[in-house]
């Protein structure tokens, strides 16, 4: 069963910034997407951005110009680098995988907690 495991969570102040990391492991089919979707306290978990093995990455309207999803192949990671960050945005971030012939995202991680004070 394919394992991911979010880390880099934490608080921060409106206007900081937060370095999130997703460990993918157990793999044994391809992924084609990693992503990373938020879900803040009585609200329905949103897509925040996603990537492709290629590399192409996509944002939601909100993030774009400070968000950025990147990959490592060698070490089997997705990062999100959240700068500028939001009080709106605090929320618990999962990272997610969808393998190259599912059109949704079946593997999820456990989430980490991000706090953002104004």
Do not use: H
Request: with cysteine; charged share 15%; aromatic share 8%.
């Amino acid at each position: 069963q394919v394992q991911l495991v979010e880390s880099g969570g934490g608080s921060v102040q409106a206007g900081g910034s937060l370095n999130l990391t997703c460990a993918a492991s157990r793999i044994r089919i391809p992924m084609c997407y990693m992503a990373w979707y938020r879900q803040a306290p009585g609200k329905q978990r949103d897509l925040v951005s996603s990537i492709t093995t290629g590399g192409t990455a996509s944002y939601v309207d909100d993030v774009k110009g400070r968000f950025t999803i990147s990959q490592d192949k060698r070490q089997n990671a997705v990062s999100l680098q959240m700068n500028l960050l939001k009080s709106e945005e605090a929320a618990v971030y999962y990272c997610a995988a969808r393998t190259c012939l599912s059109q949704t995202y079946g593997y999820w991680g456990q989430g980490t907690r991000v706090t953002v004070s104004s």
